[in-house]
């Protein structure tokens, strides 16, 4: 009996590292996945090792009068800002807030839509036509100004700003979730999982959403992207992580002051930005060409 | 899109029908917009603080708060002020600033014609820009003329908008003079903010228009467009682009609304005096009156227009009406 269990449990994980397998070999063939996932490699470890290579206190936000608006050169390649702080220094331990934000606020989104859009689809009838309909409203409110108005309701803080953006990007999420639901809930083996007495949220964890898994990967990849790209327009706006902390959006907000004369400070975190987004696009495209083949051309 | 090429431009137009699709969807939109606004009226009241010692001073005793908070329409539960305040909007009234004292539906419609100057000239930019890229990239599909398009397009999908504004005013305003860097002197001072807006939104539409060209060329009938002689160059523009045009103007309704979204950001950037401003302004000032009635409003004209282009779609392609007539 305890054999026989076993062995299932192995086939059922031979047969999820094939799919799996064959998706990584899809996208090791794509040359913008693998250097969007290199990109995003160096990313996440500058993040991960910034704590160990500066002092916050001191190289971060510590202010250096003397070394104040210092033009890019081989001490400091990008500079320094109106406080004397090392820019190149501030960007990479920033990863760490425009990554931290971006994932967790995709998280909350894609927990919370998830939970919804299967519920939904899965559910059906009224509870189906009221949580689609909030989605619609949630929808046309523009996702800018959604965040916004969250962020400016909860007050300005780290966790706040991640709240806000999840908030304003969890219809997506419902969408994919719901329409993936409704594609495989006629089919005979969740009939069957149902007729052996299995409950709801069984069948819904275990044999429907694994059928949408890549279009959620997928999805995720690309909207932690957007995520940090929402962050630090709030942060740009005053309405993000708080000063003085590194985030690449507020960066961007004090470079604007002294644009006229010191461009520099505007050039490198908005960089950092774009290079970040471009390695989860690339990533992400690749990703969607990978496991869902009926897209590719 | 299979069938598209026969039916889809043939503006089949029967009128009872289509009057009863409008119909419905306006009837549809009613509990879209009453939850809109409620969500926003929520949001806007968890706002940490009492507005009411925000505009009475520090010296205001009891009574005169009361009677402030029932003035300002602050007294009740937030039911009870969310149907007042449906009640006032019904009557073309969105309440008073608290810092201007103005009233916020003439402060609004002051700022909206800006915005939406910004708005469109954004979106023609964008058209200008993404359709000739999108077909150019269709037409030559996998050659070095679509790979460049395609690294233009992730580009600029991946900058964030302001950013991009940032830099164009450093070149084109701070160091070429060509442009002023903000306020709104005339056309002039739109350029800036309506590429800056245009181009984020040319980065998406270049994909749609090149992946809605790549359906509709290897649709049959181009096959008999050119077996019948038609020349290359005519397929392309005439036959192709006007069925690929279709998902195209979908998209650009959808996008109406990040339209607006980005333009709030351009908009503080170049100083240009539209809604965006008005709101994060607002915001600053913590005058929730402003804040609310305006993103009430925006959404309110994201989501008619949005209604508008759906209904142009219907009448364009008789499928989807068909969906609503069953």
């Given at each position: 009996m305890k054999q026989e269990k076993l062995e299932t449990r192995a086939s059922r994980l031979y047969k999820k590292r094939s799919t799996m397998e064959m998706a990584w070999r899809q996208l090791r063939r794509n040359k913008g996945a693998i250097i969007g996932l290199?990109?995003?490699?160096?990313?996440?470890?500058?993040?991960?090792?910034?704590p160990l290579l500066f002092d916050y206190s001191t190289d971060v936000i510590g202010m250096n009068v003397r070394q104040r608006m210092k033009w890019p050169s081989l001490e400091h390649i990008c500079g320094t800002d109106e406080l004397g702080r090392d820019i190149f220094t501030r960007i990479v331990y920033g990863a760490r807030y425009s990554l931290a934000v971006g994932v967790v606020a995709v998280a909350i989104a894609l927990?919370?839509?998830?939970?919804?859009?299967?519920?939904?689809?899965?559910?059906?009838?009224?509870?189906?036509?009221?949580?689609?309909r909030i989605c619609d409203?949630?929808?046309?409110?523009?996702?800018?100004?959604?965040a916004i108005a969250v962020v400016s309701a909860l007050g300005k803080s780290t966790l706040n700003l991640m709240l806000a953006v999840g908030i304003a990007s969890t219809a997506p999420f419902v969408r994919v979730a719901r329409a993936a639901v409704l594609v495989v809930r006629g089919e005979e083996y969740v009939e069957a999982a149902r007729a052996i007495g299995q409950p709801d949220w069984k069948i819904i964890l275990v044999h429907i959403l694994p059928n949408?898994?890549?279009?959620?990967?997928?999805?995720?990849?690309?909207?932690?992207?957007?995520?940090?790209?929402?962050?630090?327009?709030?942060?740009?706006?005053?309405?993000?992580?708080?000063?003085?902390?590194?985030?690449?959006?507020?960066?961007?907000?004090?470079?604007?002051?002294?644009?006229r004369d010191y461009s520099y400070m505007t050039l490198f975190p908005g960089i950092a930005i774009m290079i970040t987004v471009l390695s989860l696009n690339l990533l992400g495209d690749?990703?969607?060409?990978?496991?869902?083949?009926?897209?590719?051309? | 899109m299979q069938g598209a090429g026969s039916c889809a431009l043939h503006l089949l137009f029967d009128g009872a029908n289509m009057y009863k699709y409008i119909i419905k969807r306006l009837l549809m939109l009613i509990p879209v917009l009453l939850g809109v606004a409620f969500v926003i009226f929520a949001i806007m009241n968890v706002a940490e603080g009492d507005p009411v010692y925000q505009v009475a001073g520090p010296d205001a005793t009891e009574e005169q708060l009361e009677a402030l908070r029932e003035e300002m329409g602050l007294n009740g539960s937030l039911i009870q002020r969310y149907f007042r305040y449906i009640g006032n909007l019904l009557k073309g009234d969105l309440g008073t600033s608290y810092i201007s004292k103005m009233d916020v539906m003439k402060l609004y419609f002051q700022r909206l014609p800006n915005t939406l100057k910004l708005a469109s000239l954004a979106m023609l930019v964008a058209v200008l820009i993404s359709v000739p890229l999108g077909i150019?990239?269709?037409?030559?599909?996998?050659?070095?003329k679509d790979t460049l398009a395609m690294i233009l397009a992730l580009i600029g999908l991946s900058m964030p908008n302001f950013w991009l504004g940032l830099l164009l005013m450093l070149l084109f305003a701070l160091k070429l003079g060509w442009f002023p860097s903000g306020g709104s002197e005339g056309f002039i001072s739109v350029v800036l903010p309506a590429v800056t807006v245009g181009v984020g939104l040319a980065a998406l539409l270049t994909r749609t228009t090149r992946s809605s060209m790549l359906d509709v060329l290897r649709q049959d009938y181009l096959r008999t467009a050119r077996a019948k002689g038609v020349t290359e160059r005519k397929v392309i523009y005439y036959h192709a682009l006007r069925n690929a045009l279709i998902p195209i103007i979908t998209i650009f309704g959808v996008q109406f609304s990040n339209v607006l979204g980005g333009s709030v950001l351009a908009e503080t950037v170049f100083a240009w005096p539209g809604v965006g401003r008005l709101v994060v302004d607002a915001i600053d000032q913590r005058d929730i009156p402003t804040v609310t009635g305006a993103l009430i409003m925006t959404t309110m004209l994201v989501t008619v227009v949005n209604l508008i282009v759906d209904i142009v779609y219907a009448y364009v392609d008789p499928r989807i009406k068909a969906q609503y007539t069953k």
């Open positions: 290199v990109l995003l490699v160096i990313i996440i470890g500058a993040a991960l090792i910034a927990v919370v839509g998830i939970a919804l859009g299967a519920a939904a689809g899965y559910i059906g009838g009224l509870f189906e036509n009221v949580v689609m409203i949630f929808s046309s409110i523009p996702s800018v100004l959604m949408c898994i890549s279009q959620i990967i997928v999805q995720a990849t690309l909207r932690v992207g957007s995520a940090i790209i929402s962050a630090a327009q709030l942060s740009f706006l005053g309405l993000g992580v708080p000063a003085p902390a590194p985030e690449w959006g507020s960066m961007l907000a004090s470079g604007r002051l002294y644009i690749g990703l969607r060409d990978a496991l869902d083949p009926k897209l590719k051309r | 150019i990239a269709a037409v030559n599909q996998n050659s070095w």
